[in-house]
């Protein structure tokens, strides 16, 4: 009688036992499947890129071969040397993109962090209705400013300086909806025990609500960074004079009247690359960290 029940029970864990280890193989196969596909996924965006690094150090008769060499067979890193010492005031182009994409940036980080403190920790009447309003700006396509800020700049002498495309990007309505998301997250118990201590809000801003939202601060700064290291539209319009060009617009250099340099076109390109990598690098765990805690309070 005990041996048949005995028998009974490891039958059924037998069955479970079996059930469990092909669920786990069907699981594995599932892995190894969406890994092979996210893989193919990331090769599929990385080409492009993977491509101009290669047609940057390569003769420009064998940039259009086909089938596409990947790997040159003759490598031609002068291409470099041309773009940094020749007559295309590269260096120069990156000095102004370095100068323009440093003010702009370190401006949004102060307007937007001091902007989303306000409607984030400080009670004033209407302070919903005018963050609404301000939020919904961002409906209005940024080409239908162009010719209103134009004028406008034209009028206080701004045309064909750095100060026209400086001015309006330290002015985000994202960067603000950001730090205020972020702010929000910090308990209100916190700000009311400073001001018991009689900090002022200033002092509460910058020594209490800062420190504690540098995810977000670094998630805005690297979408910052990225975007206006690689603002076309703004240095096209507003600046005039060659010596005050950046780096999108000394790419065009490189295109002539009957021909267009691809090799040094590509290779400029990688170097513009570069410090957009390398900010994003680095701060890659507070940008992920900072998108995270974006929608932890509404």
């Not at 064998?62 to 031609?76: K, S, V």
């Not at 470099?80 to 940036?105: E, R």
Request: with cysteine.
């Amino acid at each position: 009688m005990h041996g048949s029940e005995t028998a009974e029970w490891k039958q059924p864990h037998a069955v479970i036992v079996k059930r469990s280890r092909r669920a786990a193989g069907w699981l594995t196969v599932f892995k190894a499947l969406v890994s092979i596909v996210m893989f193919l996924v990331g090769a599929l965006i990385l080409s492009p890129f993977i491509w101009m690094l290669s047609a940057s150090f390569k003769v420009q008769a064998d940039l259009f071969n086909f089938p596409i060499e990947w790997i040159p067979e003759r490598w031609n890193p002068d291409n470099y040397l041309d773009v940094w010492a020749g007559n295309y005031n590269f260096l120069l182009y990156y000095f102004n993109t370095i100068k323009i994409t440093f003010f702009t940036v370190l401006g949004s980080l102060v307007t937007s962090s001091m902007a989303g403190f306000a409607f984030a920790k400080l009670n004033f009447k209407g302070r919903n209705g005018l963050f609404l309003l301000y939020l919904s700006t961002m409906i209005i396509p940024g080409q239908v400013l162009l010719i209103p800020r134009f004028i406008v700049f034209d009028q206080l002498g701004l045309i064909n300086s750095h100060l026209a495309i400086i001015l309006p990007g330290i002015f985000t309505v994202f960067g603000t909806f950001l730090m205020r998301q972020f702010f929000l997250t910090i308990p209100n118990e916190l700000v009311e025990a400073a001001k018991m201590d009689g900090a002022g809000f200033l002092r509460i801003y910058g020594q209490i609500c800062v420190p504690l939202t540098k995810p977000a601060i670094v998630t805005l700064l690297i979408l910052s960074f990225t975007s206006h290291w690689n603002e076309f539209e703004g240095p096209l319009i507003y600046l005039r004079d060659e010596r005050l060009y950046t780096i999108t617009l000394g790419l065009t250099n490189f295109v002539h009247e009957y021909s267009t340099d691809y090799t040094l076109m590509m290779a400029g390109a990688v170097s513009a690359l570069l410090p957009v990598i390398l900010v994003v690098a680095f701060f890659q765990k507070w940008f992920v960290e900072g998108i995270a805690g974006t929608g932890l309070k509404g």
